[in-house]
């Protein structure tokens, strides 16, 4: 494959990214990078096999100081005025005159309980003192902060007493003396240490690299359709919200799938009954279909369900936390657990419903099937992550407090690069993982019904499909067949085309050939993930995605795509 790779003109391998772009790894001169859009947050697993919300920089402008995302009291930047400590002319100058009343701020949204930390690399001409600062909901102000004349990141963990909206930033130090300091870097991320600096401006179209199967290895590029969480408080099963039937909680009481100290414990009571938590219940919600989902691990007990009520039927489905199996699904119903590490299990259940008057709660069991039983007041399970969306599998995680929380659906792209797309013959190689149905990649030029040419997953006949049109003839048509082992499995296929000489192999095998011949009438301009002229996106996990310029010989064909 390594000298295969010398004859590919584009070659991504998910390695790479910043702030609205994919770095290719061939060409390495940046003119294969692709766009990357997704306008919100978003959740991956991290390489330590954590949950971590992308981008972990909460700020914004985190370079750019004199940019109006800042707010300034008595206290003057000027940009780019020395070396950074990424060796980039970045850092900013920042000199206050206020004294006790010098400040630079952003007001931004906090959760009651939860832990942050703020950092910034400083610098000064002579040695110094500042505070971090913090207003509002008990956030505090750091003691004096040392600056010397070497680059130092400053850092200050604080948890606030009160959800808000509250400013943090830097201020003068405890004796109200001017400061004069050069500043670059500035980060606000959850949990109790300064996470690896992330720099941004808009900060939401970050690329999601995601790690499998409990973390390390190589990361594959993300890429979901837009879903919205409408559980709130997904993780503070203790709010009101979340009404206790024969059953209590203890808020914080283990580590989550994110690493910190969030997860609630659920608690049967010593009575003999149900035991669980309801969600609030929605009133004329229109689901399609929707899917229910949360992180959930063993305590005492080994048995979690999901239990549902819709216009008077009630379906429960179990799972067993200690194998991590799905011990019984309720009618109507298809569910999944995988497991997250550290005894975690992510539970889903999805079910097809219409406008109606539904509730949903998460119980505790003793045994497979039997919701009620007699518990002890101590004994539980531990949950983490509760989600409700609209769709029909679960989606990555999306955190919520008081209100639903919207991820955008993401889009990556590339246009303008003709030159390293073969125009009359070439390869299109792509490795894959598909949830559901999806295209997977599309080699185009910018208008419909021009030449094309798609691979696509289609998971409700379980086969791969692949479609090469040239202004708008078909060339191939070609559907796999139907094979269930395909979803949610490691799939690797290659399209070779030129005029009387074309071929599809797909994990190995040559699935078919045409000797249909040709004349491209339109460039092929583009590639495009996830995405075709027809349908919109759903989730799939790209591991590698390469384009030849030059029909590859058979031989080369089977080796690139066994698994």
């Known amino acids: 494959m390594s000298t295969l790779l010398e004859q590919a003109s584009l070659v991504l391998i998910p390695s790479g990214y910043k702030e609205d772009t994919v770095y290719s790894v061939i060409p390495s001169n940046g003119s294969g990078d692709l766009s990357f859009t997704r306008a919100s947050d978003g959740t991956r697993i991290n390489s330590d096999g954590l949950v971590e919300v992308t981008p972990w920089n909460i700020f914004g402008y985190s370079e750019e100081f004199n940019n109006a995302y800042w707010t300034k009291v008595n206290t003057t930047p000027t940009a780019n005025t020395t070396t950074a400590p990424n060796g980039t002319l970045t850092a900013d100058t920042l000199v206050s005159t206020g004294g006790v009343n010098s400040f630079l701020y952003k007001i931004l949204s906090f959760t009651s309980g939860a832990v942050y930390t703020l950092s910034f690399y400083v610098k000064a001409n002579s040695a110094q003192t500042i505070r971090i600062y913090g207003g509002g909901g008990g956030i505090g102000t750091s003691a004096n902060l040392n600056v010397t004349t070497e680059w130092t990141r400053i850092s200050y963990t604080f948890t606030p007493s009160a959800s808000g909206s509250f400013d943090v930033g830097i201020r003068t130090n405890s004796s109200n003396v001017d400061f004069n300091i050069f500043l670059w870097g500035a980060q606000l991320n959850d949990g109790s240490t300064a996470k690896p600096y992330f720099p941004t401006t808009d900060r939401l179209n970050v690329p999601r690299l995601t790690y499998q199967n409990g973390g390390g290895g190589c990361p594959s590029l993300l890429l979901e359709p837009q879903r919205t969480n409408l559980a709130l408080y997904s993780e503070q099963f203790d709010n009101a919200y979340w009404p206790k039937l024969n059953s209590t909680i203890t808020a914080n009481s283990l580590t989550s799938p994110d690493g910190t100290v969030t997860a609630d414990k659920l608690i049967a009571d010593a009575t003999t009954n149900l035991h669980r938590i309801n969600i609030s219940v929605f009133t004329g919600v229109a689901l399609t279909s929707n899917t229910l989902s949360i992180f959930a691990k063993k305590g005492e007990y080994n048995f979690f369900y999901f239990r549902e009520s819709i216009s008077g039927t009630t379906v429960e489905t179990f799972f067993d936390l200690n194998n991590g199996t799905i011990t019984s699904i309720g009618a109507g119903r298809t569910a999944t657990i995988t497991s997250f590490g550290n005894g975690w299990y992510k539970c889903s259940v999805t079910a097809t419903s219409v406008t109606m008057n539904f509730g949903i709660g ?31 599998y679960a989606s990555s995680y999306i955190p919520t407090t008081s209100a639903s929380a919207t991820r955008i659906a993401d889009a990556c792209s590339k246009t303008g690069i003709s030159s390293l797309i073969g125009q009359t013959e070439g390869v299109l190689f792509a490795e894959f993982i598909p949830s559901k149905t999806t295209d997977v990649v599309n080699l185009s030029a910018n208008g419909v019904f021009q030449t094309d040419l798609n691979i696509s997953y289609d998971a409700n006949n379980k086969r791969i499909g692949i479609n090469f049109y040239v202004n708008p003839t078909y060339i191939i048509a070609y559907f796999s067949a139907n094979n269930s082992a395909l979803l949610n499995t490691k799939i690797k296929v290659a399209v070779a085309y030129k005029s009387g000489d074309l071929a599809i192999y797909i994990n190995g095998v040559q699935t078919n050939t045409s000797t249909t011949t040709y004349t491209i009438v339109s460039q092929l301009t583009r590639i495009r993930f996830n995405q075709n002229n027809f349908t919109g996106s759903d989730s799939i996990l790209y591991n590698q995605v390469i384009l030849f310029p030059t029909r590859l010989t058979n031989a080369e064909l089977a080796l690139i795509t066994t698994l």
């Not at 039997?370 to 007041?377: E, I, M, P, T």
């Open 362 to 392: 998460f119980g505790v069991a003793q045994t497979d099937g039997v919701s009620s039983f007699l518990g002890n007041g101590t004994s539980g399970i531990y949950l983490w992550g509760a989600q409700l969306e609209a769709g029909a």
